[in-house]
């Protein structure tokens, strides 16, 4: 098993596994993080929308203006 370790092909099998791993890893995270952000940036639209929404169902000052000096016409 130790003269194993000491072949060249060996070892240059288990640096190319090992960095394989880790840059499948790194991918993964990157894949997240992306999906992630994804993911809070339609919440935070979909905040938004509703929040325009609410307030365009709102009745404007204007409105309650021309509501209020309607009774003096």
């Known amino acids: 098993m130790d003269k194993l ?5 060996v070892r240059l099998g ?3 596994g090992g960095l394989g791993s880790l840059l ?3 991918a993964m995270m990157i894949l997240l993080d992306h999906l992630s952000g994804t ?3 339609a919440r935070r639209y ?3 929308r ?5 307030l365009a169902a709102e009745p404007t000052i204007q409105h309650a203006n021309e509501k209020h000096w309607r009774k003096y016409l």
């Open 5 to 9: 370790l000491y072949d060249p092909d």
């Open 14 to 16: 288990i640096f190319a």
């Open 50 to 54: 509703q929040r325009a929404e609410r």
């Open 39 to 41: 993911i809070a940036g």
């Open 24 to 26: 499948f890893v790194l």
């Open 46 to 48: 979909r905040r938004e």
